[in-house]
């Protein structure tokens, strides 16, 4: 690959030359590209869901940046040749991961257990939220966790009696900024 160094000719160059080259700036360099060719087939149903889901994930990370507060949050996450928008447009498209082992196994079914999820984000968790369920699927109590002070697990303090957990169920909600839910049920 040929690099050139200090080029008064294309530095700051974008756009389209002739029908061939395509001249963009990405992370302070000019990079040249053959022209894109657009397909004549028809776009799939899965294409079009793609596309419709990449239009809000822009306007997400247009908006983000228009809020210089929420706009330096995500700068701060940004990576080399990264921006707030390349962030902000990632974290729309990617929900919380909760871990998949997830084991409640020391759960009696007491006031004032700690129920414990590791959970991340690409950009930040920004609630999460445990519900408990008897054997019978009557909802016992519902609240929101706290994030521990390693910023991996969430911790909820389970409120009220169930005498009758096993066999029920605990299910965690995790949602990050954009406002994506991930969802986990364990039997208990």
């Known amino acids: ?16 030359i002739g029908d061939l080259l395509v001249f963009r700036q990405m992370a302070g360099k000019t990079v040249v590209s053959n022209r894109p060719k657009a397909s004549g087939k028809a776009p799939t149903v899965g294409m079009l869901k793609v596309r419709k889901l990449f239009r809000k994930a822009a306007i997400y990370a247009t908006n983000i940046i228009k809020d210089l507060t929420r706009k330096a949050e995500y700068e701060k996450a940004a990576k080399n040749g990264q921006s707030a928008f390349n962030v902000a447009f990632a974290d729309y498209l990617k929900g919380p991961e909760i871990e998949e082992d997830l084991s409640f196994a020391n759960y009696t079914g007491q006031t004032g257990q ?7 984000d690409n950009f930040r968790v920004a609630s999460v939220n445990f519900s408990i369920r008897d054997a019978g699927g009557d909802l016992i109590e519902s609240g929101e966790a706290e994030q521990s002070e390693n910023g991996l697990d969430w911790v909820y303090t389970t409120t009220a009696d169930n005498p009758s957990y ?11 900024q954009p406002g994506n839910e991930t969802l986990a049920e364990v039997m208990v």
């Open 114 to 120: 700690k129920l414990v999820a590791s959970i991340i």
């Open 1 to 16: 690959m040929a690099k050139s160094r200090r080029n008064v000719v294309t530095h700051g160059l974008s756009g389209l």
């Open 166 to 176: 096993a066999g029920g169920t605990v299910t965690i909600k995790a949602y990050d």
